[in-house]
T-cell receptor, first 113, second 109 residues
Framework: KAGVTQTPRYLIKTRGQQVTLSCSPI?????VSWYQQTPGQGLQFLFE???????NKGNFPGRFSGRQFSNSRSEMNVSTLELGDSALYLC????????????FGSGTRLTVV | DAKTTQPTSMDCAEGRAANLPCNHS???????VYWYRQIHSQGPQYIIH???NNETNEMASLIITEDRKSSTLILPHATLRDTAVYYC??????????FGAGTILRVKS
């Protein structure tokens, strides 16, 4: 079956702009989580959505937001981009509580210049 | 959040077993131990998880000590493709995975 699909794979934006990243989970998975990975901070949890509701949120500023649609696809948005937002953004999906593991996508590499 | 401690890096000869340790002394009674790995430029890959019994699947075995304060991930016959960063994670409330720095496993021929 198809895995977790993230688009686009690569993105270059300018400081001050905003960006929207997309994630299509595995069919049937209702939980979608987002993570940011940087060389300095490693993998950090951004937020998790389940059935269109944000269920958990990490320690990121309000510039980072997300949403989930009725078909479980999810988007995350970063407004007023800063150089420090350059990172690999990863999306993960699971069937429910994630008890049997999360499946990650290959990520979107965002570069802010 | 329960904290895990892993060695920074390890080397393993191809074909030999790779044993990756993890300490999680503050783990709570209902928290699971999860292992993921990340091969360069890819998303993390789920390997295995357990609560208190030893677990085995097609990828690896997980040995959890009786007091649950530590665990070991075993890759029985490491190959070059197993070279990756391995993360030991204790599941926290709210379905959030808290990743540490992980162990860089280098499998050498």
């Amino acid at each position: 079956k198809a895995g977790v699909t993230q688009t686009p794979r690569y993105l270059i934006k300018t400081r001050g702009q905003q960006v929207t990243l997309s994630c299509s989970p595995i069919s049937g998975h209702r939980s979608v989580s987002w993570y940011q990975q940087t060389p300095g901070q490693g993998l950090q949890f951004l937020f998790e959505y389940f059935s269109e509701t944000q269920r958990n949120k990490g320690n990121f500023p309000g510039r980072f937001s997300g949403r989930q649609f009725s078909n479980s696809r999810s988007e995350m948005n970063v407004s007023t981009l800063e150089l420090g937002d350059s990172a690999l953004y990863l999306c993960a999906s699971s069937a429910g509580q994630g008890l049997y593991g999360y499946t990650f996508g290959s990520g979107t590499r965002l570069t802010v210049v | 959040d329960a904290k895990t401690t892993q060695p920074t890096s390890m080397d393993c000869a191809e074909g030999r077993a790779a044993n990756l340790p993890c300490n999680h002394s503050t783990i709570s009674g209902n928290e699971y131990v999860y292992w993921y790995r990340q091969i360069h430029s890819q998303g993390p890959q789920y390997i295995i998880h357990g609560l208190k019994n030893n677990e085995t699947n097609e990828m690896a075995s997980l040995i959890i000590t009786e007091d649950r304060k530590s665990s070991t991930l075993i890759l029985p016959h490491a190959t070059l493709r197993d070279t990756a960063v391995y993360y030991c994670i204790v599941r926290v409330y709210g379905n959030k995975l808290v990743f540490g720095a992980g162990t860089i496993l280098r499998v050498k021929s």
